[in-house]
Nanobody
Framework: QVQLVQSGGGLVQPGGSLRLSCAASERSFITYAMGWFRQAPGKERDLVAGILWNGGSTYYSESVKGRFTISKDNAKATVYLQVNDLKPEDTAVYYC???????????????WGQGTQVTVSS
């Protein structure tokens, strides 16, 4: 059972940046695809970025493409989400997830971090 522990997040002004981190408890992390989802109040949990187990391919939703960067450090068993040029509509709880493949459906991801709030406001 993979446990994922998130860090980062907080309150940032529009145009600001943050780095979210997600550390895995097991070395089997290296075999998993990783994803970052976000969920705003009253909305569904949406995939914003995903990365294959070897870091060789990434996916981004159209709303974050060019502003967010996902990366995976297998040696540290950690996945990162660098978020730049933040906008108020990026405000949400952000979750990392681990699974066998990158899927836009939250149901396909068996392991989840605890979530971290990102609030973009002036």
């Amino acid at each position: 059972q993979v446990q994922l522990v998130q860090s980062g997040g907080g309150l940032v002004q529009p145009g600001g940046s943050l780095r979210l981190s997600c550390a895995a408890s097991e070395r089997s992390f290296i075999t998993y695809a990783m994803g970052w989802f976000r969920q705003a109040p009253g909305k569904e949990r949406d995939l914003v970025a995903g990365i294959l187990w070897n870091g060789g391919s990434t996916y981004y939703s159209e709303s974050v493409k060019g502003r967010f960067t996902i990366s995976k450090d297998n040696a540290k068993a950690t996945v990162y989400l660098q978020v730049n040029d933040l906008k108020p509509e990026d405000t949400a709880v952000y979750y990392c997830a681990a699974g066998s493949f990158v899927s836009s459906s939250a149901r396909d991801w068996p392991y989840w971090g605890q979530g971290t709030q990102v609030t973009v406001s002036s």
